[in-house]
């Protein structure tokens, strides 16, 4: 009988609230979401069908293997009570229980309710390659008219000079990039159109969020040259200017967060001021290299925004924004083109690709009212009421199309979310890590109402010392800068694991941890590096093979939960 933490038990049993489950690596999601399914359908007072459930994956294999574990554990139950009809009637009802992608789920509610689209009923599914070359086609026809069109092309090659030339290489790439953008959108169009009006405004609220970003490196920067200086004698009298100079980048900070012109007025000063000589033979001369060094990259900072952002007024720089505005309505009048032009192409060829299918879900979903508000269609209020509880593992990879899909198929208590912000990984594409962290600030821990925040952070995968490495890394890179989440204690790995002790464990030999860091593919190149430079991917899986090659060499040792005893490494463990 498996033994769950008190938190497990808290996400298994909780019921009447939506629930976000912030699941760490290695804690047992998977186990507890499936646990929590089997509670549901097999509860004698209140039992649930499950087909009456939604459980939304993040891929086909990981939705497959959610419905083999759930069909085991029926078949355990049935062994346990084999008399349960309502258990049988689970066993029969899981072929069609809705654990699925959230793209599966899309594609079946539109080929239920094709008609009410205006769709064909044999619309086809495009495959990746050929909606690709669809989109590059439709880019090349837009670009085509804009270079030939007699009241737009003297303002669409001045577009195309200003981002890169006449090859126009990179305003294509930024086309692309606004389409992908917008496709995750619930609506594009108005996205899009929305971008123009709140360009100046959100371009001084990025710029402000990138001056508080690098105001920080600089303190640390500042701190440890400051603490170099402290610990060797012959540089104390630098420690009178390290310390003016930290104070005011901490008054920097704080101008920042209350406004631009304050900001202005802070730039305007000038705190690095020449430093002191030390007397030779009196220091470390590495040391001092090192502090000045330090100081060096801070103040090349402070000068780098100077200059980005401080050279000119605010004034002046609405100016310029202004200014800036017919290229920017130009910018969304070729996505809105792109977007029209390739939906009419695939129209004419009878294909939908992926970000259709979520896009034709949400119109069945969702309606404009006169007043051109959202509302949710009778579809939705019935799908709301069908569904005893909508699931959602990896939530913290959908984007702002699926959530509100998600929101409108499920109640305000009956969504269970479970994710981690820190394996978030598909920003490429266009996923919102921000809706995780959001519901994580908002949804109390005590569960004070209708929704609830859970933390799962014992690892039970990891030796310790790997749970300390981790920890000790995240907590580095992670302060809760830019929306992300801070890694504090609760966002910490707790270790869960009851690995037994190895030979230079009893003898108290301490484990070390390695962090292998990889250099980007565009910095070899600029090192001279002549050949052509792997792929991220390439390069990780080579670093990989290496590493497994030194273990084998070694003869290192790890535990097999299977053999519930230690085994030489093999190829066999290496998950790439």
Known sequence: MTTWTTEQQQAIDIRGRSLLVAAAAGSGKTAVLVERIIQMISDESNPVDIDQLLVVTFTNAAAAEMKERIGAAIQKKLLEQPLSEHLYRQSLLLHKAQITTLHSFCLELVRQNFFRLGLDPQLKIADETENQLILSEALDEVLEQYYSHPEKQEAFIALVDAYGGREDLQLRSILLRLYHMAQSMAQPQVWLQQLVQSWDTDWFAQARQDVEQQLRTVQKLLMRASNLAAADAGLSGYLDNLEREYNWSCELLLAARQNWEALEQQFAQNRFERLPAAKKGTFDEEVKEQVTGYRDQAKKQMEKLRKDYFSRSRAEQLQELEAQQPTRQLLVELSLALLDLFQQKKAEKNLMDFSDMEHFCFRLLYEETEQGQLQLTELAQTLQQQYQEVMVDEYQDINDLQENILQAVSRENNLFMVGDIKQSIYGFRMANPQLFAEKYQQFPADGDGCCQRLDLNRNFRCRRSVVDGVNEVFSQLMKGENGDL???????????????????QQAEIPEQIQLLVLTAPEEQEESGNQEQPLSAMEEE???????????MAEQALVY???LQQYRAVTWRDMVV
């Open 486 to 504: 801070r890694y504090d204690e609760q966002a910490a790995l707790v270790y869960g694991a009851d690995y037994p002790s190895t030979l230079a």
């Open 541 to 551: 899986g080579l670093l990989l093979c290496q590493q497994m090659q030194q273990l």
């Open 560 to 562: 097999d939960k299977r």
